[in-house]
């Protein structure tokens, strides 16, 4: 709900709600459907494998119109941060992508998010590279213990926040 972005492009908190509750049912539905989708009592974990793509064509429609729905500003503001942000994107066919890793209000501060990202995340990668955005300042210093370091930031427009990209370097395998 507090996430910059959306805050961002859906300042009205009730209508941010219904926006990000049915992006998130989207997200996850497409996930389990491809086999994209961890999720215990610590939380959520998307992570698209190198290549893959979270949605299919009618999924992705649905998500457009959801998001320039709720876009409160002229859509040529969201239409020229997104192809800004996208042009720095660090994917290929080797890199992995973290879509989401959530966490529930009770578990974070807790050791949660860093064991999905230890036990799902990493343990996934064999030593491919992972990427991911993030709107939060505080998400930085969370992912740097896992690697992850700032390739990007991109401001997303006057009064808007900024995005970071970031990215995990690839590792050798293990002997």
């Known amino acids: 709900m507090d996430d910059p972005f959306f805050v961002w492009a859906t300042p009205d908190e009730t209508a941010r709600r219904g926006v990000l509750r049915a992006m998130f049912s989207l997200a996850v539905e497409a996930a389990a459907a491809r086999g994209f989708l961890w999720m215990d009592e610590r ?3 998307v992570l698209l494998p190198p290549g893959r793509k979270l949605y299919g064509e009618e999924q992705a429609a649905k998500i457009q119109a959801i998001t320039r729905n709720a876009f ?3 859509l040529v503001l969201l239409d020229d941060y997104k192809r800004r942000l996208h042009a720095g994107d660090p994917g290929g ?3 992995w992508y973290l879509q989401y890793l959530t966490v529930p209000a009770a578990g974070r501060s807790r050791g949660a998010g860093g064991s999905l990202m ?3 995340v990493l343990a996934r ?3 491919a590279p992972l990427w991911l955005h993030t709107g939060r300042r505080t998400n930085l210093s969370f992912y740097a213990k896992f690697e992850l ?3 990007a930031t991109t ?3 006057p009064g808007g926040p900024y995005v970071h990209t970031l990215r995990r370097s690839p590792r050798m395998p293990r002997l």
Do not use: M
Request: aromatic fraction near 4%.
């Open 72 to 74: 409160q500003s002229p």
């Open 93 to 95: 066919t080797d890199s």
């Open 155 to 157: 401001w997303c427009e």
């Open 43 to 45: 939380g959520v974990v």
């Open 149 to 151: 370091q700032t390739i």
């Open 118 to 120: 230890k036990d799902i």
């Open 125 to 127: 990668l064999d030593g």
